[in-house]
C-alpha cells in the first residue's frame, strides 16, 4: 500500500540459509563452466569462406591461453559442398537485394549441413560428440558492408554470416560459439579480417619480422612484429585473392570452380589496360586496416573495368591472365605501401592463393627481398588455417579475455568475440 512501512533488516550472510535457498546453476552453465576450467580443451573451428566450396572442419587440442595457448592440430579435412548446396547460397551471396524468405530458409539449414558434416567428420577420425568441448564455427558470410562500401551515413560498419549457432549445437550436442564479427563491429571495427587475434597469439615470434598472408576469396595480412610490440600489429584485406578469378572460370568454365593450376592463367597474356581500370578504385586508395568483399570485386567490377578500358572482347585466357596479375599486383602492392622500404620480413602463406603458382610467382618477382613460407613450416597446415583461428577465438573466449592487442587505432579492438549456444 502506498505509504505502508516498512522495517528492512540488513542481510547477515553468514547466517544459515533457508532449506529452500539453494545455490543451483543451470546443468549447460556448469558445464561450459567446467570446460572453461579445463587445462586441456578439445575444439573443433569451422571455416566456410566466400569461395563457398566447402566447409573446413580443423579438430585443435588447446593448452593454455593468450600468448601462452598452444594449438595441436589433430585433424582436418575439407568436404566440398554439393553443387544444390551451393546454388542455395549463391541464390542470396554478395547480394544488394535478395529473397528474405531465403535467407530466413538458409539460416538453420546451412547450419545442419554443417552439424551433418561435423558428426561425420567425428566418426571417420573416431572421436565421439561428447568428447569435443567446443565448436567454433564461422558460419557463412552472405554480405559484407563496411561503412566505406555502403556509403549510407545513418548506418555503420555491418556484416552478416548466417549459419545458425543454436541448430549446430543441438545437433552436434555440443556447446557453440558463432558469430564471432558481430563484437569486433559493436567494439568499433569493421568485423573483418579477424585473422590478426589468431595470428598474434600463436604465429609471432621474438626476432622474426612476419607477415600472415592469406589468399582466400579476398587476400588480407597481418603484420607480426619480432620485437611482440601489440601497437604495431595490424591486419587489413588488400583486395581480391580468388574471388574475381574463380567467378570468371565458373562463368566460361561450368563445372570448374577454379583456375587449376593456373592453366588457363598461364596461357595468356596480361592486358596492360585492363589492369590499369582493374586497380582504378577508391579502395585501393584508403588507408590500412580496411575490409572489402565480393560485394564489391564481383563480375560487375571486372565487366565495369573492360568496359572502361574498351577490351570486352579479350580471349578468356588474356582476362585470366590479368586478373591473376591483378590480385599478385594488389597484394604486393599492400605490402610495398604498408612497410616503404623495409624488407626485412618473411611471408608465411595460406588459403587456396598459395596453390595458384602463376599467382605465387608474381609475388615472389615483385618481393624479391621477402622469404616465402607456408604456415606448415609453423605446424598448421595452410588449408586449415582459418578453421584453426577460429578455434582460438572460442579458445580465448572460454578461457583468455586478457591479452592486450594494441591501443586499437590499427582496428584491433580489446574484445573476446563469440556468442554461446548451447546443445539443451
Not at 580468388?242 to 588457363?264: C, K, S, W
Request: aromatic letters at 10%; charged letters at 20%.
Amino acid at each position: 500500500m502506498i505509504g505502508q512501512k516498512y522495517d528492512f533488516q540488513p542481510i547477515d550472510y553468514q547466517r544459515p540459509k533457508p532449506h529452500w535457498i539453494k545455490p543451483t546453476m543451470n546443468k549447460q552453465l556448469a558445464h561450459f563452466f567446467a570446460v572453461a576450467q579445463k587445462p586441456e580443451r578439445l575444439i573443433i573451428g569451422l571455416m566456410s569462406g566466400t569461395s563457398v566450396d566447402g566447409l573446413d572442419v580443423a579438430l585443435c587440442r588447446f593448452r593454455g591461453n593468450g600468448m601462452d595457448a598452444r594449438p595441436e592440430l589433430l585433424a582436418f579435412c575439407t568436404v566440398p559442398y554439393d553443387p544444390d548446396f551451393k546454388a542455395e547460397i549463391k541464390s542470396v551471396f554478395a547480394k544488394r537485394e535478395a529473397d528474405l524468405e531465403k535467407v530466413t530458409l538458409l539460416h538453420p539449414w546451412i547450419a545442419l549441413k554443417h552439424a551433418e558434416i561435423v558428426l561425420d567428420c567425428l566418426q571417420k577420425w573416431q572421436y565421439s560428440p561428447s568428447d569435443i568441448d567446443l565448436i567454433a564455427s564461422h558460419g557463412q558470410t552472405i554480405y559484407h558492408a563496411p561503412e566505406r562500401l555502403h556509403h549510407q551515413a545513418k548506418f555503420g560498419n555491418a556484416t552478416l554470416q548466417i549459419g545458425d549457432g543454436d541448430h549446430l549445437a543441438v545437433a552436434t550436442g555440443i556447446i557453440t560459439l558463432s558469430d564471432f564479427r558481430q563484437k569486433h563491429i559493436a567494439a568499433g571495427g569493421e568485423g573483418a579480417p579477424l585473422a590478426a587475434y589468431g595470428d598474434f597469439l600463436i604465429f609471432s615470434q621474438t626476432g622474426e619480422n612476419r607477415i600472415m598472408l592469406n589468399m582466400g576469396g579476398i587476400a588480407n595480412f597481418t603484420h607480426l612484429p619480432g620485437s611482440l610490440n601489440a601497437d604495431e600489429v595490424f591486419s587489413t584485406d588488400v583486395g581480391p585473392g580468388n574471388t574475381l578469378m574463380d567467378a570468371y572460370i565458373q562463368t566460361h568454365f561450368p563445372g570448374r570452380f577454379f583456375d587449376e593450376n593456373a592453366q588457363v592463367a598461364a596461357s595468356g597474356q596480361v592486358v596492360e589496360p585492363l589492369l590499369h581500370a582493374l586497380k582504378d578504385d577508391p579502395f585501393f586508395a584508403a588507408d590500412f586496416p580496411k575490409t572489402t568483399g565480393p560485394e564489391l570485386f564481383s563480375l560487375r567490377y571486372l565487366h565495369a573495368a573492360q568496359t572502361k578500358s574498351n577490351t570486352l572482347t579479350l580471349p578468356v585466357a588474356d582476362v585470366m591472365a590479368t586478373l591473376n596479375r591483378f590480385s599478385a599486383d594488389t597484394i604486393a602492392e599492400a605490402v610495398q605501401r604498408a612497410f616503404q622500404d623495409r624488407h626485412d620480413f618473411v611471408i608465411y602463406m595460406s588459403g587456396g592463393g598459395m596453390h595458384n603458382p602463376l599467382l605465387v610467382n608474381h609475388l615472389k618477382a615483385q618481393l624479391p627481398s621477402c622469404q616465402f613460407r607456408d604456415t606448415s613450416a609453423l605446424t598448421i597446415h595452410p588449408d586449415a588455417k582459418e578453421a584453426v583461428l577460429f578455434a582460438v577465438l572460442a579458445n580465448e573466449c572460454v578461457s583468455g579475455g586478457s591479452v592486450n592487442y594494441g591501443t586499437g587505432r590499427n582496428g584491433i579492438p580489446n574484445v573476446s568475440m563469440g556468442k554461446v549456444s548451447f546443445p539443451g
